[in-house]
T-cell receptor
Framework: SQQGEEDPQALSIQEGENATMNCSYK?????LQWYRQNSGRGLVHLIL?????REKHSGRLRVTLDTSKKSSSLLITASRAADTASYFC???????????FGTGTRLQVTL | GAVVSQHPSRVICKSGTSVKIECRSL??????MFWYRQFPKQSLMLMAT?????????EQGVEKDKFLINHASLTLSTLTVTSAHPEDSSFYIC?????????????FGPGTRLLVL
């Protein structure tokens, strides 16, 4: 089965509101990454957080990591219609660079 | 920088034919390339890991004789779907790791949508 599960599966908010997505995983990790995918397109890397980090910021993005709970969250503040996309977490374990993706959250931001 | 392209972006073929998808790193050398498959509204599933000059490593359940991968150079990997069938219709995405860079960083191509009739 997939490494990560995300919730909610779908999220609909209005522009200006904050969006929070959660990711849970099953085994120890080296790092966890968040990606964005617009419909029918490739993935865009958003942010990477290492296993020894607890929180990271990048612009309107805030990512937290709780290794004791094997979970991470992505917060998008002051959302915009252009943030409408699917968001995936992906984990990397051991020395291998391959990623295991979560189930994804589809975010819809309406005007 | 770190741009990955895929060609074609969309392909429609008849059942039984073979389809080749190219993945290129345009402005960097990629030690490793990855091939993923994504069904509609689902997540990405890793199919195989491809290292330049060596055989690809396939994930469990992926038929290596059906999905042929060739990583002939540090900038090009190809995925050939042999004897394609309708159930092979999917969105195929490649990614590449930067040679000499942090292996944890992957750069993704825009994807190839395959429809087998």
């Amino acid at each position: 089965s997939q490494q990560g599960e995300e919730d909610p599966q779908a999220l609909s908010i209005q522009e200006g509101e904050n969006a929070t997505m959660n990711c849970s995983y099953k085994t120890s990790i080296n790092n966890l990454q968040w990606y964005r995918q617009n419909s029918g397109r490739g993935l865009v890397h958003l942010i990477l957080i290492r296993s020894n980090e607890r929180e990271k910021h990048s612009g309107r993005l805030r990512v937290t990591l709780d290794t004791s709970k094997k979970s991470s969250s992505l917060l998008i503040t002051a959302s915009r219609a252009a943030d409408t996309a699917s968001y995936f977490c992906a984990t990397s374990t051991g020395t291998a660079s391959k990623l295991t993706f979560g189930t994804g959250t589809r975010l819809q931001v309406t005007l | 920088g770190a741009v990955v392209s895929q060609h074609p972006s969309r392909v429609i073929c008849k059942s039984g034919t073979s389809v080749k998808i190219e993945c290129r790193s345009l402005d960097f050398q990629a030690t490793t390339m990855f091939w993923y498959r994504q069904f509609p509204k689902q997540s990405l599933m890793l199919m195989a890991t491809s290292n330049e000059g060596s055989k690809a490593t396939y994930e469990q359940g992926v038929e290596k004789d059906k999905f042929l991968i060739n990583h002939a150079s540090l900038t090009l990997s190809t995925l050939t779907v042999t004897s394609a069938h309708p159930e092979d219709s999917s969105f195929y995405i490649c990614s590449a790791s930067l040679a000499g860079g942090p292996q944890e960083t992957q750069y993704f191509g825009p994807g190839t949508r395959l429809l087998v009739l």
